[in-house]
């Protein structure tokens, strides 16, 4: 049969629709899957869709605190790491993730990403030391000799504008738990140094990291930022 202008035309269009019918038939790629959102539990997923924002891609180089912090992991339980990611931390900017406190995840997913991140970011081979200040300490804390701490230890590097720790309005975004926190632990990814690296030869004690808080507290005011500079007269 002679093929006429036409017919080769037709099955110039219907083989490119031919050649795209490759795939075996079954369920699709994972990429594809179609995962109701209260359903999904893959910790990459989760933590990607609500931390990475804040914490970092790989949970460090983030805004906020580094949870892949080899000393972070080891500093706090599972049972703290629910409550934040579930209640959000007051007196910050860390959200309620829970169903139970008004945010999308379950309590299921919330698990997932606390088991993930010890999964995942635990460290290997560094263990807990005895000497580290707890996360949560019963003492009363000493602002007068936290001031004399944080002037030898501390204000050669946070002296500067963009590491001063002591502006208020930083001081009004991050709680003291946080900044006891970022003590004990350091900030690898931003190069400070944790409780035992403090100084020279110095390592911080739980009274110690107290009294800095307590200092660092005492400097917050109710028009944190103010007074604003003065603008130019119109």
Known sequence: MKLTPLMLFAGSLV????????????????????????????FHRLYQQNCS????????????????NPQYQLLVSDDSLKKWITGGVPGTQMPAFGESAGGLLTNQQVWALVTGMRTAWAPVDEKYDERTPPYISDLAGDPKR??????????????????????????????????????????PDLGHPGWNNAAAGYSMSDRDVTDVVSYLASLR?????????EQPKR
């Open 15 to 42: 083989m490119p629709l031919l050649s795209g019918c490759h795939g075996l038939p079954g369920p699709p790629e994972d990429s594809q899957e179609l995962i109701r959102p209260e359903e999904q539990v893959d």
């Open 221 to 229: 005011t109710s028009t944190p930022g103010q007074p604003y500079p």
């Open 146 to 187: 936290g001031e004399q701490i944080y002037t030898a230890d501390c204000q050669s590097c946070h002296r500067s504008e963009k590491q001063r720790v002591t502006n208020t309005a930083y001081l009004a975004l991050v709680s003291d738990r946080a900044l006891r926190t970022i003590i004990i632990a350091g900030r």
């Open 53 to 68: 924002a804040c914490h970092g891609i790989n949970g460090t180089d983030g805004p906020a605190l580094d949870l892949a």
